[in-house]
């Protein structure tokens, strides 16, 4: 309607064809994602309203598994985000905090739990911790059990896993005090943290311990 009203280069249709773009992005459609994003991303120069596009693309190719996409969105903005910010600031613990989030989604563990571990120093030092900290927290410790590999040597690997363990559970308990500020979308954060506990517990073959969370997951779905 905006563009039969408007005309397709009015930003009023590129705002609505972005967030079109986001819609199809969240509900997995990611080829038409990226068609209307990309379409909107061309016009920044015209537009800077429309900026946010660019986290939004970005986004789109790490959930849709486009690595090498991803990292030409990702790479540049992080050199960016070290120029424009404080290294020691809040703002920039969260946005490198996303980025590394982005590049756990992408599959590249390694490269987020650099990014992660940065976030994560940054969030220790505030005195008032607010529940996207811990999430960062809880995406250090997936990033860290998901790029320990078996074949390494097993003391090393096993002491990776117990980093994994700690970060997951401090920042699953850290949510858990926090879950009634949080969005119902970002709840999902929760869930995630209670099955990586559950992945290394089975690595550790801790009986007692997948049992106990196990039950914890089974309360929190009913």
Same mark, same amino acid.
């Given at each position: ?31 038409? %994602? ?15 309203? @429309?900026?946010?596009? =660019? =986290? ?38 969260? %946005? ?21 571990? $940065?976030?994560?120093?940054? *969030? ?9 900290? *811990? ?6 410790? =997936?990033?860290? @059990? ?9 003391? %090393?690997?096993?002491?990776? @896993?117990?980093?994994? $363990? ?37 690595? *550790? ?14 309360? =929190?779905?009913?």
């Amino acid at each position: 309607r905006s563009e039969e009203k408007l005309g397709r280069g009015h930003r009023e249709t590129q705002v609505a064809l972005a967030n079109l773009g986001v819609n199809y992005r969240d509900n997995d459609q990611f080829e038409e %994602a990226i068609v209307c994003l990309n379409e909107v991303y061309d016009n920044i120069k015209k537009m800077p309203v @429309l900026g946010w596009s =660019r =986290r939004a693309l970005r986004t789109t190719y790490a959930k849709s598994k486009q690595v090498d996409k991803f990292q030409e969105f990702a790479e540049p903005d992080v050199k960016d985000l070290r120029n424009q910010l404080p290294a020691d600031s809040v703002q920039f613990g969260l %946005a490198i905090g996303r980025i590394g989030n982005e590049y756990l989604v992408a599959g590249l563990p390694s490269k987020a739990e650099d990014l992660l571990h $940065e976030a994560e120093e940054i *969030f220790k030092e505030q005195k008032e911790k607010i529940w996207p900290y *811990f999430v960062t927290t809880t995406a250090l410790g =997936r990033a860290i @059990l998901q790029s320990s590999k078996p074949t390494e040597d097993n003391e %090393a690997n096993n002491e990776r @896993l117990k980093t994994a $363990e700690s970060l997951l559970t401090r920042g699953y308990e850290g949510l858990v005090q926090r879950e009634t500020t949080m969005p119902d979308p970002a709840k999902i954060y929760i869930s995630r943290a209670i099955n990586d506990l559950i992945e290394v517990y089975t690595l *550790f073959n801790n009986e007692k311990e997948i049992k106990a969370w196990q039950k914890t997951k089974s309360e =929190r779905q009913n």
